[in-house]
């Protein structure tokens, strides 16, 4: 058929389309009306059931209405608003105010003077770390900043900060205090207890930590079926070699590979070598035996193990 044809008929097919629809809305409206008649004619116990009958049907039909959501602000951590500013005031000196340094934490510390350091009475600053953050009341926060000298010697400042609760804003609202280091926290005892011997599931560990640190095969074909990781590139080692392996579950110590489904998770120490020396890392995985071998179903390195099986 012709375009020209196509629109004609197109054209005709929409009003009978409407007159269609038309007729059906007027052959309703008849119904209905015979509806209401046949129910005043049955008397009034019908006419209040027919009332009520049409109110449950409309209130069904009224849309819920959604529910407010309230949200809370989070308070901003200024930790490395005062970072930046004790890595600037500390390369500043009070007898040049118009160094890069000094014109940086200037304006990030009204009021605050600038250091006054002797020339070479000092060891050279290498590195400014914020460590620690407490919030005193609401806008007004300390950051504790270590700050590394070339000497290897290390000192803690504590930095006053103001901030809003959008977080864009701040100021250092004092000069900064040297205080003493964070204390060492108790190490926990660790949940791998399970000395892993060499064997079917080690190998398994050797091999996967190979591909993903230097690229050797594939990472897939040692993962569980649905589990998805990317290799690290560019690849950072060039040789990896497993040196312990500790479990939570006895079953990862077992000669053989258990039944199919048992899940086992384990704390790997492996040393990796690159152009540069030896380094020694440790690996957090959970795997899964399937059809006699060991599968990686989870990297789960800076998680928290907890005993009671693997998730």
Do not use: C, N
Request: net charge neutral; glycine share 8%; aromatic share 6%.
């Amino acid at each position: 058929m012709s375009p020209g044809k196509q629109a004609s008929t197109s054209e005709a097919a929409a009003p009978m389309a409407a007159g269609a629809r038309l007729e059906a809305m007027r052959r309703r409206v008849r119904l209905s009306r015979l509806a209401v008649w046949t129910v005043i004619a049955a008397g009034p116990i019908a006419l209040g059931v027919a009332i009520t009958s049409t109110s449950t049907t409309v209130e069904a039909a009224t849309e819920a209405k959604p529910s407010a959501v309230r949200t809370t602000a989070v308070a901003a951590d200024p930790s490395g608003y005062a970072q930046l500013f004790v890595s600037t005031w500390l390369r500043s000196s009070a007898d040049d105010a118009s160094t890069a340094q000094a014109r940086l934490a200037q304006p990030m510390a009204p009021g605050v003077e600038l250091p006054d350091p002797a020339a070479d009475a000092q060891s050279k600053l290498q590195l400014v770390t914020a460590v620690r953050s407490a919030q005193r009341s609401d806008g007004a926060w300390s950051v504790t900043v270590a700050a590394q000298y070339a000497d290897g010697s290390v000192r803690y400042y504590a930095v006053p900060v103001a901030a809003d609760r959008a977080g864009a804003s701040f100021a250092v609202t004092g000069a900064p205090g040297v205080v003493a280091g964070p204390s060492r926290a108790e190490v926990p005892t660790s949940p791998y207890s399970v000395s892993v011997p060499e064997g079917d599931l080690s190998s398994a560990l050797g091999e996967f930590l190979a591909a993903y640190l230097t690229g050797a095969g594939e990472v897939d074909r040692y993962l569980a079926p649905g589990v998805h990781l990317t290799a690290v590139s560019p690849a950072p080692y060039t040789a990896v070699t497993v040196q312990q392996v500790s479990a939570v579950e006895e079953a990862a110590a077992a000669e053989r590979v258990p039944a199919d489904g048992t899940k086992v998770r384990v704390l790997a120490h492996v040393e990796a070598r690159d152009v540069g020396g030896r380094w020694p890392l440790a690996y957090e995985l959970a795997l899964k035996a399937r059809s006699g071998r060991w599968e990686v179903s989870a990297l789960q390195s800076g998680t928290t193990a907890q005993a009671g099986g693997a998730r």
